[in-house]
Antibody, heavy 122, light 106 residues
Framework: EVQLLESGGGFLQPGGSLRLSCAAS????????MNWVRQAPGKGLEWVSG????????YYADSVRGRFTISRDDSKSTLYLQMNSLRAEDTAVYYC???????????????WGQGTLVTVSS | DIQMTQSPSSLSASVGDRVTITCRAS??????LAWYQQKPGNIPKLLIY???TLQSGVPSRFSGSGSGTDFTLTISSLQPEDVATYYC?????????FGGGTKVEI
């Protein structure tokens, strides 16, 4: 069974940094693209970032480009999201989601992790 | 960037009703469209991919159609367990934009 388990969320002040992790199991992690999607309280889904299975293609939403960095450690089957210069508007539940294939594009998301809450407030 | 517009943003229907949700892309995306269901307090779940392919295990009362810019998700006979917010998502080009969501109530 495919499992994705996010961790690293928390409460912090604007301008702070945080690193999220997503531990994967139940599939060959290195052969799938992975993604981060967030959901602000009471709001819809917003794709944040994605990385190809090979790690050579990385994409970001405009809202986080230059502040967030996605990476993966295939030896640990773990996806990361380094978040710097955090803002109040980054407050959200952050989900990791497995792509249906190795390429970042042309693949849907399934399954999703349980999410980890990031709260940015002064 | 391609925008994804869902309508309606919410709807209320009765058990057994046929429900249709629309998703419109601002540019053509061929059939690179997925639908997700998010029940209250739960994580999103894949329902349909490639615009019309039902994910394994999803009840057959769900169906998807469309190509290019206009897509629909149909629930043929609404059930109490279908209360949820439904999202479309394009995945042919970055950013992989989601629609704003449609909240379905009974």
């Amino acid at each position: 069974e495919v499992q994705l388990l996010e961790s690293g969320g928390g409460f912090l002040q604007p301008g702070g940094s945080l690193r999220l992790s997503c531990a994967a199991s139940g599939f060959t992690f290195s052969t799938y693209a992975m993604n981060w999607v967030r959901q602000a309280p009471g709001k819809g889904l917003e794709w944040v970032s994605g990385i190809s299975g090979s790690g050579d293609r990385i994409y970001y939403a405009d809202s986080v480009r230059g502040r967030f960095t996605i990476s993966r450690d295939d030896s640990k089957s773990t996806l990361y999201l380094q978040m710097n210069s955090l803002r109040a508007e980054d407050t959200a539940v952050y989900y990791c989601a497995k792509s249906s294939g190795s390429f970042f594009l042309y693949n849907w998301f399934d399954p999703w992790g349980q999410g980890t809450l990031v709260t940015v407030s002064s | 960037d391609i925008q994804m517009t869902q309508s309606p943003s919410s709807l209320s229907a009765s058990v057994g009703d046929r429900v249709t949700i629309t998703c419109r892309a601002s540019q053509g995306i061929t059939n690179y469209l997925a639908w997700y269901q998010q029940k209250p307090g739960n994580i999103p779940k894949l329902l349909i991919y490639a615009a019309s392919t039902l994910q394994s295990g999803v009840p057959s009362r769900f169906s998807g159609s469309g190509s290019g810019t206009d897509f629909t998700l149909t629930i043929s006979s609404l059930q109490p367990e279908d209360v949820a917010t439904y999202y479309c998502q394009k995945y042919n080009s970055a950013p992989l934009t989601f629609g704003g969501g449609t909240k379905v109530e009974i």
